[in-house]
């Protein structure tokens, strides 16, 4: 399973390579590549303490969904399948096989 960052500047989503390189220069676990790119154009250098984060977060976040059995979006919207409580307010909603046998008979 490969990490899923957030990028910190633009906020997009990004799955970098699995050996964290691209084939100009190491991945960001904090920029995407357009952010990256254009802040390397700037001579800005990322934060290592907010790469160490980032990349302590989607590891953990990749070993809870091991251990849970899904992804993120499997697992938190998950809610058993209940049928409604209270009966059909609409005549029509009753008006079904069971009531035409029990005319019949």
Not at 56 to 75: D, I, L, M, S, V
């Amino acid at each position: 399973m490969r990490l899923v960052f957030e990028c910190v500047e633009c906020g997009s989503h990004y799955l970098p390579p699995e050996a964290m390189v691209y084939p100009d220069g190491p991945a960001s676990p904090v920029w995407c590549t357009h952010c990256q790119s254009a802040k390397r154009a700037a001579g800005v250098r990322e934060d290592p303490l907010l790469a160490r984060v980032a990349l302590a977060t989607a590891k953990a976040a990749r070993a809870g969904n091991a251990r849970t059995g899904g992804t993120p979006e499997e697992t938190a919207g998950s809610r058993p399948d209940v049928r409604p409580s209270r009966p059909p307010v609409s005549r029509r909603a009753r008006s079904g096989p069971g009531a035409v046998r029990s005319k019949l008979a």
